[in-house]
């Protein structure tokens, strides 16, 4: 069973953890979760698309990311983000962390720390992790736009600057 730490309204420890996806959290507590996005030299952006068996946003396309683990820093948790859905390994990769965003919502509050990562990779590359994503696509800046235009892309109003290079 996997566990999230608890942070406060300050994005600071509380001590207490939780059962991950248990989202019956108290008011002022939070979870942390990371997006991971991968920039080619040549301005291609990693993107995935969601596996048709996810519960929400099924088929929608995405950077890599999730939920930072009990007691894992949120730059250990994007690193192992990105390489368990890719095989992409971004230590020592040009950038890192970009900024965050906090949402309060009814029993899911959380706080989201977003990297961005120049990597010089090729498709054959990545090893897309199945069980999370149906596929992925190398795209620019404006191809990314056309599908947050379609409402089709998770997030992107909420990170769409870290796509700006």
């Given at each position: 069973?996997?566990?999230?730490?608890?942070?406060?309204?300050?994005?600071?420890?509380?001590?207490?953890?939780?059962?991950?996806?248990?989202?019956?959290?108290?008011?002022?507590?939070?979870?942390?979760?990371?997006?991971?996005?991968?920039?080619?030299?040549?301005?291609?952006?990693?993107?995935?698309?969601?596996?048709?068996?996810?519960?929400?946003?099924?088929?929608?396309?995405?950077?890599?990311?999730?939920?930072?683990?009990?007691?894992?820093?949120?730059?250990?948790?994007?690193?192992?983000?990105?390489?368990?859905?890719?095989?992409?390994?971004?230590?020592?990769?040009?950038?890192?962390?970009?900024?965050?965003y906090r949402r309060e919502s009814e029993g899911d509050n959380y706080f989201v720390d977003i990297y961005r990562f120049m990597l010089a990779f090729e498709e054959s590359d990545v090893r897309?992790?199945?069980?999370?994503?149906?596929?992925?696509?190398?795209?620019?800046?404006?191809?990314?736009?056309?599908?947050?235009?379609?409402?089709?892309?998770?997030?992107?109003?909420?990170?769409?600057?870290?796509?700006?290079?």
């Amino acid at each position: 069973m996997e566990y999230w730490d608890i942070y406060d309204i300050n994005k600071q420890r509380t001590g207490r953890t939780m059962q991950r996806n248990d989202f019956t959290m108290q008011p002022g507590d939070y979870h942390l979760t990371v997006l991971g996005v991968i920039c080619r030299p040549d301005g291609k952006f990693l993107i995935t698309q969601r596996a048709m068996n996810k519960h929400w946003a099924a088929g929608w396309w995405e950077v890599s990311g999730g939920g930072v683990m009990a007691g894992e820093t949120s730059e250990e948790a994007v690193r192992r983000e990105v390489f368990e859905e890719t095989g992409l390994d971004v230590t020592g990769a040009e950038g890192g962390y970009q900024f965050s965003y906090r949402r309060e919502s009814e029993g899911d509050n959380y706080f989201v720390d977003i990297y961005r990562f120049m990597l010089a990779f090729e498709e054959s590359d990545v090893r897309p992790q199945f069980s999370e994503m149906q596929g992925f696509m190398l795209a620019d800046k404006a191809q990314i736009e056309e599908l947050a235009r379609q409402g089709i892309f998770l997030h992107y109003d909420s990170i769409r600057n870290v796509f700006e290079l």
